[in-house]
């Protein structure tokens, strides 16, 4: 079975600190592993990306480190806003088509 | 570059009733994906199409079918409605069918049933 699991559920960080959110997969079948960020009543937005061979992958203040042998990854915000503040969903993508499995997303609340 | 747009962006159906949704990808995507995003589920996959043709299709009834159109253009049906239908029906696109092509999601489809 796929599945990807993601923590926490909720997290309230103070505005400048890094919020760190975590996944872990259970199937191997996986290529590609997306972060989506949605604001309430938007669909969710690609935020970064990493591949499997890669360890870890940074775009301005986000960041993704990647465990392949422990089969997990995390996102971290550093120097994290109010305007942050939205549901992250952790996704991975099924070997051969696009196909997403994604975790149960994490409400972040940055307080200012 | 106009993003993804799916039609209507919200609808009320009544149980019984059938619904069908529309997705439009990203100009020169191929490949087009549904989800359905529930409080209670998530996220779930529910199939994608490229070049015409379905690829991969989730763990939901029969009564959830799609297309897809030459134009790329996706379509979404479901069929005798329940309650528990509700939900936000996003689509996703992609440039390419498989490998690290990016999906763009759009704003989705709003599901009431009533």
């Known amino acids: 079975q796929q599945q990807v699991k993601q923590s926490p559920q909720s997290l309230i960080v103070q505005k400048g600190g890094i919020s760190i959110i975590n996944c872990a997969y259970e199937?191997?079948?996986?290529?590609?592993f997306p972060w989506y960020q949605q604001f309430p009543g938007k669909g969710p937005a690609l935020l970064i990306a990493?591949?499997?061979?890669?360890s870890e992958k940074k775009e301005g203040r986000f960041t993704i480190s990647f465990n392949k042998s422990a089969k997990q990854f995390s996102l971290h915000i550093m120097d994290s806003q109010p305007g942050d503040s939205a549901t992250y969903f952790c996704?991975?993508?099924?070997?051969?088509?696009?196909?997403?499995?994604f975790g149960a997303g994490t409400i972040l609340r940055v307080k200012s | 570059k106009a993003g993804v747009t799916q039609t209507p962006r919200y609808l009320i159906k009544t149980r019984g009733q059938q619904v069908t949704l529309s997705c439009s990808p990203i100009?020169?995507?191929?490949?087009v994906s549904w989800y359905q995003q529930t409080p209670g589920q998530g996220l779930q996959f529910l199939f994608e199409?490229?070049?015409?043709?379905?690829?991969n299709k989730g763990n939901f009834p029969g009564r959830f079918s799609g297309r897809q159109f030459s134009n790329s253009r996706s379509e979404m049906n479901v069929s005798t409605l329940e309650l528990g239908d509700s939900a936000l029906y996003l689509c996703?696109?992609?440039?390419?069918?498989?490998?690290?092509?990016?999906?763009?999601f759009g704003e989705g489809s709003r599901l009431t049933v009533l």
């Open positions: 996704a991975a993508r099924v070997l051969y088509g696009n196909k997403l499995v």
């Open positions: 990493i591949r499997p061979d890669v």
């Open positions: 100009s020169g995507h191929r490949s």
């Open positions: 199409y490229f070049s015409e043709t379905q690829r």
């Open positions: 996703a696109s992609s440039l390419v069918g498989t490998g690290t092509g990016e999906l763009f």
């Open positions: 199937n191997t079948a996986f290529d590609y």
